[in-house]
């Protein structure tokens, strides 16, 4: 795999690492992934308690999504990495107001800051790589200098 070639490549690959591994974690020891949310590990189950469930198909999404950021580093996609900021900050919205509602517990706030921060982060290394290209360079399409797609990898 290439070394992200932006900014915002980079901070596309470090959320995609850590997407997968975090999933890889929910998949093989999903008791550390629950502890690490802040949520509770009972000794055993209640009939009907579908969590073990949900923590595999999360875990899964998670693993999914983290070979999508890194396909997407790989072939630095920019309209996806413009598209994760505004979804990033949704989620962020979104997990921010389970931890409010009291649906979720304090801990997962952890996790939306992370969705938010993420956002934050490729959306400043986004203007970053557009300031760094200069003018004529905006959205860094295949014609600018940092964004450029060699042509055996661009999509006719």
């Known amino acids: 795999m290439r070394l992200p070639r932006s900014a915002a490549g980079w901070t596309m690959a470090v959320f995609g690492v850590l997407a997968l591994l975090m999933g890889a974690v929910g998949l093989l020891w999903p008791e550390a992934l629950l502890r690490l949310l802040g949520l509770e590990v009972p000794a055993t189950r209640a009939a009907g308690d579908h969590t073990g469930t949900f923590l595999t198909a999360s875990s899964m999404a ?9 396909l997407a580093t790989a072939t630095e996609w920019r309209p996806f990495f413009r598209f994760t900021v505004l979804f990033r900050l949704v989620t962020f919205t979104v997990f921010s107001i389970a931890v409010l509602a009291d649906v979720a517990p304090g801990r997962f706030f952890g996790v939306a800051l992370w969705e938010g921060l993420g956002a934050v982060a490729t959306a400043v290394g986004l203007w970053w790589d ?18 450029a797609v060699p042509s ?3 999509a006719h």
């Open 130 to 147: 557009d300031r760094r290209a200069g003018p004529g360079a905006v959205g860094l399409g295949r014609d600018s200098a940092v964004g």
């Open 152 to 154: 055996a990898d661009a």
């Open 62 to 70: 998670s693993f999914n999504m983290g070979v999508y950021y890194l």
